[in-house]
């Protein structure tokens, strides 16, 4: 009887802790996310920042609140156009999907967009959604020119799950001179989203030529 006794109460903490396992395995997972990410804007010598400039960056605590489901909604027919960059310039996109989801108690919708502009060297890139957003964080707590997510292409219409806490700042965070584009009206979310990176306090610097 104490041997059941002894293997229900391991089983009973073993249920107990798993959410707290689940968090640990999350939290580690968007650490080397975030660890990649500084690696790249530091990367080369196109890259907006050097590497002890990575100091200024800061992210909020990665909370599985901002993971959520949004239903696909593909979107057909669509054609080419210009999306405006930071930079005065523009670049060449499709709209390729709607996302509909709840964040913040708020049912929102972002449009996913693909990047028209990538030469056939990086064709795998591709394979990945642009989603530039802005929500109510802006100018405070966040860059106020918006943030970025990536998605890879859904093949069709059904779930994907949006995690926030993967939204990065633009190289137009960091420094001027880049072609960073402008979240369009539609992808404006009318709440805060309280994940992701938040906004740089280094010095801004020029692009080097």
């Known amino acids: 009887m104490n041997v059941y006794k002894h293997l229900l109460l391991s089983l009973l903490l073993w249920l107990a802790a798993m959410p ?3 968090g640990q395995t999350y939290r580690e997972e968007i650490a080397g996310y975030r660890k990649k990410q ?11 920042l050097r590497p002890e400039d990575t100091a200024g960056i800061f992210f909020f605590d990665a909370d599985t609140k901002y993971v959520v489901k949004a239903r ?9 156009f210009s999306m405006a960059t930071y930079a005065g310039t523009t670049k060449e996109f499709v709209r390729y999907a709607r996302l509909h989801f709840e964040a913040g108690g708020v049912k929102s919708t972002l449009t996913a967009y ?3 502009s990538i030469p056939g060297p990086l064709a795998r890139v591709r394979n990945i959604l642009f989603i530039p957003f802005k929500d109510k964080t802006n100018g405070g707590r966040t860059y106020g020119g918006g943030r970025y997510l ?5 093949a069709q219409a059904g779930e994907v799950l ?10 137009c965070a960091y420094s001027d001179g880049y072609q960073c584009p402008i ?9 805060e989203i309280p994940a992701g990176e938040k906004k740089y306090t280094g010095a801004i610097r020029k692009k080097s030529s």
């Open 114 to 116: 693909r990047d028209l």
């Open 20 to 22: 707290l396992l689940q």
């Open 150 to 154: 990536d998605l890879a292409i859904p």
């Open 38 to 48: 500084l690696e790249e804007v530091t990367a080369g010598p196109g890259s907006p």
């Open 183 to 191: 979240p369009p009206q539609e992808n404006h979310l009318p709440v």
């Open 72 to 80: 696909v909604e593909l979107l057909k027919g669509e054609k080419p």
């Open 162 to 171: 949006l995690d926030f806490n993967k939204a990065y700042n633009p190289y």
